[in-house]
């Protein structure tokens, strides 16, 4: 076992230990799944009995307390080790289940691309939104960059000898979301990070 793996391993286990005196105190039931992906630590809270629609306040609307509890384990874990997790937490595959409706999204507007050959502007979306964008115009071939600040930071789309202004906001062109399914990133909800 490599040092880096065995340091994501120690990240699991102390985040695990976190999150099962979090849900003991929250008297919830819930069975904890420790992994590696990506070169993260990765932390899953799963059901097997029912115990879903408790656990489901924890995932909280758009996933919000989702990620807030993500941090608190982080800094738990940081506070643990004394470096920074980038650590991974889902919950009743949540986060799964929204990166693959992400990803569909960021693949017709990867069609969209290589059909008409202009650049794509997203919508506005959270880093690991973003994030799951980015690997999938990738794997596509096509060149990817984030632009704009905070809550409007987006993902603009391009061939990959394309040349295109970083100020471009694709607002003359519908977003392949509303396109094709009537849905932006931020109103996918639990059936999805």
Known sequence: MSEDTSKLDQEGDIAADY???????????????????????????????????RLKRLIGRKGEALDSLQELTRLAVQQETGERSRLMLDILGYRDSHRRHIAEIAQRAV???????????????????????????????????????????????????????DDYSGDSAESAESADSGESAESAESADE
């Open 19 to 53: 999150l099962e005196e979090l849900l003991d105190i929250a008297d919830l039931d819930g069975d904890i799944e420790i992994g590696v992906e990506a070169d993260r630590a990765s932390v899953a809270i799963v059901s097997d009995d029912g115990g879903d629609r």
């Open 111 to 165: 069609d969209r691309v290589e059909e008409t050959g202009e650049p794509y502007s997203m919508k506005p979306m959270n880093p690991f939104e973003r994030k799951v964008v980015h690997d999938v115009v990738a794997a596509a071939g096509l060149v990817s960059d984030s632009s704009g600040v905070g809550q409007d930071r987006h993902v603009v789309i391009t061939l990959p000898d394309d040349d295109y202004d």
